[in-house]
């Protein structure tokens, strides 16, 4: 058994001792124009090192944990893997994207978002899940998913508003491989027709 530390980004990493994998969340955000878009759509995360998981003891098969993209409370999904002084919540990345300008019939005001992980290796982000935040949108489309697909609606002629979500993850741990410094990068991309 070899010990993980799931950590972000932002995190110092500090001294590893033996068995140790540090995995940091990294993300990359891609704006993509269709024919409709304009260059002003924009996302935004607010803390895209996140979640931290902590120190995970490795079992003798491969283990997931799941981030509950709401509480940030992470679970033990399958496996015998076990997270060690670690907090029972973590902190989720909120995600903002901005439909500018939108107006237009509904097709020019629907976003579709792809949140996808682009890791390999030993420890991989493997689900994601989103949770609504934001009122006077529509989402549409898939809540959980790898890749994780779905439109926004925008409301008609409100200039360039707004919708956030938080993102959740199911984290996949191999019980062998290479130990040491990993991270769980993913990419956000949104499109318009």
Same mark, same amino acid.
């Given at each position: ?11 110092p990493?500090g ?19 269709g ?9 935004a ?6 979640p931290a998981?902590?120190?995970?003891a490795?079992?003798s098969?491969t ?5 509950? #993209? *709401?509480?940030? /409370? ?7 893997a076990?997270r060690? +002084? =670690?907090?029972? !919540? ?26 996808t992980?682009?890791?390999s290796g030993?420890?991989t982000?493997?689900s ?11 989402f549409?489309?898939?809540v959980?998913g790898s ?7 925008f409301?008609s002629?409100? #200039? *360039?508003?707004? /919708? ?6 199911t984290?996949?741990v191999? +019980? =062998?491989?290479? !130990? ?5 990068p ?8």
């Amino acid at each position: 058994m070899g010990d993980y530390g799931l950590r972000g980004v932002g995190y110092p990493l500090g001294m590893t001792f033996g068995p140790t994998m540090i995995l940091r969340t990294l993300s990359m955000v891609l704006v993509g124009f269709g024919t409709g878009a304009q260059a002003a759509d924009s996302i935004a995360i607010d803390n895209s090192t996140v979640p931290a998981m902590g120190k995970v003891a490795a079992g003798s098969i491969t283990s997931t944990f799941t981030v509950d #993209g *709401s509480t940030g /409370a992470v679970v033990g999904a399958t496996g015998n893997a076990v997270r060690v +002084n =670690s907090p029972g !919540t973590v902190s989720t990345p909120t995600i903002t994207v901005t439909c500018a300008p939108c107006s237009g019939n509904a097709a020019s005001r629907t976003m579709t978002v792809t949140v996808t992980s682009t890791g390999s290796g030993r420890a991989t982000i493997t689900s994601f899940t989103r949770t609504n935040m934001s009122s006077g949108v529509t989402f549409g489309g898939s809540v959980t998913g790898s890749p994780l697909i779905f439109t926004i609606l925008f409301p008609s002629g409100s #200039g *360039s508003p707004t /919708a956030s979500f938080r993102l959740g993850m199911t984290v996949q741990v191999a +019980n =062998s491989g290479a !130990t040491g410094v990993r991270s769980l990068p993913y990419q956000i991309s949104t499109s318009r027709p």
